[in-house]
């Protein structure tokens, strides 16, 4: 039975073919190259037929059909196969076609004719691969591209995403801190104000919008506002300053305002962004400061003239000993027979200029002993230096401390206040004098000298050969209520320091070399 079986025919499908065919069959069409053959053959098969078809209603073959079968092939099966179906063109051709019919022998008189064919042929299988490889390169170039923008419009719409998604964030952000905080446009105008700052000015993001933002900056405060910020989009520098910001009942309180840029890698700024800092209250605090310090430098002045009651007396004594010593000699002119008119009248002028020099000296004094508010002019610190050693020189001199100065005459001119920085080289010098006192020395000699300070500038140095102190209290000297006086309070530094600071300038101290200190400040020329 096994035999039998073994020997019976497989069975066929609805093709005529028997499985084992049907599986070779698609296992040859599986394969590219033997797919090419097919495809050479089915096209080439199909020319020749409607070729020999066709040949019964003309005189001359349609060969054309063949390139059609070449082309077809070549573009579909690839170049191999282009060129298998050439040679089963040429054999079909050759065979059916060119005289003598019905044999692969080519005559002479037809060797050109199909010559001609074969290189035609080959020309177009060339030509239809090529163009096929080009059109499949292309589509590949076309897949990819679509592959890439793809890839980049989900990578652009991830991008957006994250980028509203922090923007919200942002927004978020600037609404919940408690600041103030606003946006501007590369050209510097305001194009965002966060909630906090549209609720203090009680305006919305319309109102302040550009140019319009200005109209809540005080009116004295608008044009240095102005020149700092066109300035920092100038220079792409950050900007900041203080300014007073009218609130919503139209009070003003003062800010300090701070903006930087944001910029690309190339430089190019693409906003700013800035805060605003109510300050108010710490401007209040400085100003009850800068009170407590006036009321301190007055309270040091009168101690200080306290101190110096004896050259004081002695300043103002010898002008009016004077106006009465001339006195009594115009009257002794006068009682003279004849009263001698002339040295009357000389003796009477310099009654007046002694009395004109008192006054002067009384001037200086209640200047000194004046309680009002610093008040900037234009003046010669070798002239304040020259007034106070009128004053101290007697002081010195009972003490046997001789005051030296070494004025640069070509000294500059500075913007200050006089009654403060004669206050503070007063206190320079008494504290010099002060030192000189407990020195075991014999030579004790102050100097003041005055120098211009580069670029712009003065400085005044004062300088004794007392004691010195030690490098490691060289600033707790300036600090309140320090002192190295049994009798001191530590508030003359401290108060000098102030008002140098206030004149832009800096006041320090370090040990004189040869013995001693030196104390010196700075005073730039406009404060």
């Not at 006195?327 to 009357?344: I, K």
Request: one cysteine or more; proline letters at 4%; hydrophobic letters at 45%.
């Amino acid at each position: 039975m096994h035999s039998i079986e073994s020997a019976a025919p497989a069975a066929r499908n609805e093709h005529g073919r028997s499985s084992i065919e049907d599986a070779l069959w698609r296992r040859a069409l599986a394969n590219p190259l033997a797919r090419g053959y097919v495809i050479a053959l089915f096209f080439v098969a199909s020319a020749l037929l409607v070729t020999l078809f066709l040949q019964r209603f003309f005189q001359y073959p349609f060969l054309f059909l063949f390139f059609a079968a070449v082309m077809a092939t070549a573009w579909f099966g690839g170049t191999g196969a282009g060129f298998f179906a050439v040679l089963l063109s040429t054999i079909a051709v050759d065979y059916f076609f060119v005289p003598p019919f019905h044999s692969f022998a080519v005559n002479a008189t037809d060797g050109a004719y199909f010559l001609a064919f074969v290189v035609c042929a080959v020309a177009a299988s060339w030509v239809s691969s090529s163009k096929k490889k080009d059109q499949a390169q292309l589509q590949e170039a076309r897949d990819r591209l679509e592959v890439r923008v793809a890839e980049r419009t989900a990578a652009l719409e991830r991008s957006n995403a994250e980028l509203r998604q922090r923007e919200q964030q942002l927004i978020l952000l600037t609404e919940v801190i408690p600041q103030q905080i606003w946006r501007g446009a590369a050209d510097g105008s305001i194009d965002y104000c966060n909630q906090r700052l549209l609720d203090y000015v009680g305006r919305t993001m319309k109102e302040v919008r550009g140019e319009r933002f200005m109209e809540i900056i005080h009116p004295e405060d608008r044009g240095s506002l102005r020149q700092s910020w066109e300035r920092a989009l100038s220079s792409s520098l950050p900007f900041e300053g203080e300014f007073r910001v009218c609130g919503a009942g139209g009070q003003y309180r003062s800010f300090f305002t701070r903006g930087v840029p944001l910029q690309e890698a190339t430089g190019n700024i693409l906003s700013w962004y800035g805060t605003n800092t109510d300050i108010e209250e710490l401007k209040s605090a400085e100003r009850a400061l800068m009170r407590t310090q006036a009321e301190l430098a007055y309270l040091s002045r009168v101690l200080t003239m306290g101190e110096l009651t004896a050259s004081i007396a002695h300043e103002v004594n010898q002008p009016l000993t004077a106006v009465v010593a001339f006195g009594n000699a115009c009257l002794e002119w006068l009682s003279a027979d004849p009263p001698n008119l002339e040295e009357a009248r000389l003796a009477a002028g310099r009654i007046i200029k002694d009395g004109a020099r008192a006054g002067a000296i009384i001037a200086r004094i209640r200047a000194l002993f004046q309680k009002e508010r610093a008040a900037k002019s234009q003046l010669d610190m070798n002239d304040v230096i020259q007034e106070l050693i009128v004053f101290l020189r007697h002081e010195a001199t009972r003490h046997r401390i001789s005051i030296q100065t070494d004025l640069d005459p070509g000294l500059s001119q500075i913007k200050g206040d006089r009654v403060q920085l004669q206050q503070v080289v007063l206190n320079l010098i008494m504290n010099a004098i002060d030192a000189l006192l407990e020195a075991a020395t014999c030579q004790k000699e102050v100097l003041v000298r005055s120098r211009n300070e580069n670029p712009t500038g003065i400085r005044i140095v004062v300088e004794d050969s007392g004691a010195g102190f030690s490098p490691e209290i060289a600033e707790k000297i300036f600090n309140p209520f320090f002192t190295t006086k049994s009798e001191g309070i530590g508030m003359g530094l401290s108060i000098s320091r102030s008002i140098v600071e206030s004149h832009q300038g800096r006041l320090w101290a370090v040990p004189r070399p040869s013995g001693g200190s030196i104390f010196q400040f700075t005073i730039p020329e406009e404060t």
